[in-house]
């Protein structure tokens, strides 16, 4: 039993001191240049948004995506998403109103297809004299094919404040 336990502790060290080892190397070449895709592709999506840009948007969105609304309680095909927010990208356009989005992240995890990224977005329209702000917790499923990414599954989780949003100002995209 003794010389179990004692090889146990051995792999267990092992396995920490390869931990380590990954940690103090920090993030590889390959994984800032995903990160750098992904930062390209959120950046596109506040662009569609600023601009009333229905059809850029919706080419950021897999064809089975699925919304996932923790504050409406709700699931839904991102296809229906799309369908309701189309007018206000046609106001957007149209000048009738002003969309942004921006983009802030607490984690950030990929591979070379795939993404899973975690944070908060801050939604802003103004319209005929009157703004609204919402920061909203979210989490989004994302995977790269030769459309390039697009998100499979948006979980807009809960409200946020603004303090937590300011609090994730150092980990923001780029470009904002």
């Not at 590889?28 to 506040?46: C, F, M, P």
């Not at 990208?89 to 969309?99: G, I, L, Q």
């Amino acid at each position: 039993m003794s010389k179990c336990l004692a090889w146990l502790c051995g792999v267990l060290m092992v396995v920490a001191n390869g931990f380590d080892e990954i940690r103090a190397e920090g993030p590889s070449e390959v994984s800032q240049q995903k990160t750098s895709e992904l930062d390209a592709y959120w950046i596109r999506v506040s662009q569609s948004v600023g601009e009333g840009d229905f059809a850029g948007y919706s080419a950021t969105c897999h064809p089975l995506g699925v919304l996932v609304s923790g504050v409406k309680q709700t699931s839904y095909p991102l296809t229906e998403a799309l369908a309701k927010w189309k007018e206000g990208f046609e106001d957007t356009r149209a000048k009738r109103m002003k969309a942004s989005v921006e983009f802030r992240f607490s984690q950030r995890l990929h591979d070379a297809t795939t993404a899973h990224e975690t944070g908060i977005f801050r939604y802003a329209t103004s319209r005929d004299g009157e703004s609204s702000i919402s920061y909203i917790h979210f989490e989004g499923l994302l995977h790269k094919s030769e459309a390039g990414w697009q998100i499979m599954m948006e979980y807009q989780k809960s409200i946020a404040t603004e303090a937590e949003w300011m609090a994730l100002e150092t980990k923001r995209a780029p470009g904002k």
